[in-house]
C-alpha cells in the first residue's frame, strides 16, 4: 500500500476515535488541514507541461499515482505499455513517452543482429500508439560491444528508416534516449548529443527524433543549455533527475533546474519534461510536488 493511502487510513482512524472518545474539535480541525493540504492542485503557468515517469514510482499501484498526479496538476505519465494506457485515459491523463517495444537498454538498433525482432516490435506496437491518441515511443541505440561510432550509425539507420514510413503514416515520433555511458550504462552507444543528433539528420524524417535527459547528458557532456539551444529541433522529450545521484532536483545537486526550464520554454518546446528522479524523501508525493514547483517557470 501506498505511503499516501496509509496517511489517509491514520488520518480517518484519528477522527473516528477522537469523536467517539470526545477529544477536541481543534485535533480534528488539524488532521483535516493535513490531508486537504494533500488535495491542493498547483496553480501552474502553463509554460512547461509536466509529466512522470511510472518506474520512479513504482511503490505505488497506478490507480493512486494517477490521482496523486491529478492533484498536483501533472499531465502525464511515462514509460506507461499499452495494457496500462485505459488507467491513464480513465484519469484524462497523457502518456507522452511509450513504451513496450524495446528489446531492453542494450541490445539495441545498433546492432543488425537484433533488427529482425525489433521492426517486428515496432510494426506492432506503432499502430496500438497512434489508436490510443499518444504521439511518442521511446527506443534504445543498444550497447557498443565494440562498434565504431561509425558502424553503431550505420547499423542504426538501416533498421529505424525500416520503420520510418509506418511511423509516418501513423503520425508516431520514435525518439532515442541519450543515456550516459560514463555511470549508469556502461557501453550505452547513443551517449552523445553530436552522435545522436547526426542518426536524426541521417533519418531525415520530423518521426525520428531523440530524448534529451538532462541527468544523463550533464554526466557524460555537460553544458546543458547550450546544448538544448543549440539542438532544440532534435529533441521531442526531455527527463529530469539530480546530479549526482539521480534523486531529487533541489537544492542537494548540481543543476539549476529552474535556468534550464526557462531555455527550453524559450525554444517555443510544446512537449513534455518528465520527472525521472528516484526520490530518497519518504514522502515522494512531496518530492514530486517540490520537483514540479522547481520546473514550473
Known amino acids: 500500500m501506498s505511503s499516501n493511502l496509509s496517511r489517509r487510513s491514520v488520518i480517518k482512524g484519528i477522527i473516528a476515535s477522537t469523536a467517539s472518545l470526545g477529544i477536541p474539535s481543534s485535533l480534528l480541525a488539524f488532521a483535516n488541514k493535513n490531508e486537504a493540504s494533500r488535495s491542493i492542485v498547483l496553480n501552474l503557468k502553463g509554460n512547461i507541461n509536466h509529466s512522470v515517469a511510472r518506474w520512479c514510482f513504482n511503490d505505488f499501484d497506478l490507480e493512486t499515482l494517477c490521482i496523486e498526479v491529478k492533484k498536483i496538476g501533472i499531465s502525464g505519465i511515462d514509460l506507461v505499455g499499452p495494457?496500462?494506457?485505459?488507467?491513464?485515459?480513465?484519469?484524462?491523463?497523457?502518456?507522452?513517452?511509450?513504451?513496450?517495444?524495446?528489446?531492453?537498454?542494450?541490445?539495441?538498433?545498433?546492432?543488425?543482429?537484433?533488427?529482425?525482432?525489433?521492426?517486428?516490435?515496432?510494426?506492432?506496437?506503432?499502430?496500438?500508439?497512434?489508436?490510443?491518441?499518444?504521439?511518442n515511443l521511446i527506443c534504445f541505440s543498444g550497447n557498443r560491444r565494440n562498434k565504431t561510432d561509425e558502424e553503431g550509425l550505420h547499423n542504426c539507420k538501416l533498421g529505424l528508416e525500416k520503420l520510418i514510413p509506418l511511423a509516418e503514416k501513423y503520425n508516431v515520433t520514435l525518439v532515442m534516449e541519450l543515456l550516459n555511458s560514463k555511470i549508469d550504462h556502461i557501453d550505452y552507444q547513443c551517449s552523445t548529443t553530436p552522435w545522436g543528433v547526426e542518426l536524426v539528420k541521417s533519418l531525415q524524417s520530423d518521426n525520428f527524433k531523440l530524448l534529451y535527459d538532462i541527468y544523463h547528458m550533464q554526466i557524460d557532456e555537460g553544458d546543458v543549455i547550450r546544448t538544448i539551444t543549440d539542438n532544440h529541433q532534435y529533441f521531442a522529450h526531455y527527463h529530469t533527475a539530480g546530479v549526482p545521484g539521480r534523486n531529487e532536483i533541489d537544492e542537494s545537486q548540481e543543476l539549476n533546474y529552474p535556468a534550464i526550464m526557462k531555455a527550453i520554454a524559450k525554444t517555443g518546446f510544446k512537449g513534455y519534461v518528465a520527472q525521472e528522479f528516484i526520490p530518497k524523501n519518504p514522502d515522494k508525493i512531496s518530492s514530486l510536488k517540490k520537483a514540479i514547483t522547481i520546473c514550473d517557470i
Open 83 to 135: 495494457k496500462d494506457w485505459p488507467t491513464l485515459q480513465k484519469y484524462g491523463l497523457d502518456s507522452p513517452m511509450c513504451n513496450g517495444a524495446e528489446i531492453n537498454l542494450v541490445d539495441g538498433f545498433n546492432d543488425i543482429q537484433f533488427h529482425e525482432t525489433l521492426i517486428k516490435n515496432y510494426s506492432e506496437m506503432i499502430p496500438l500508439v497512434s489508436k490510443a491518441g499518444f504521439k
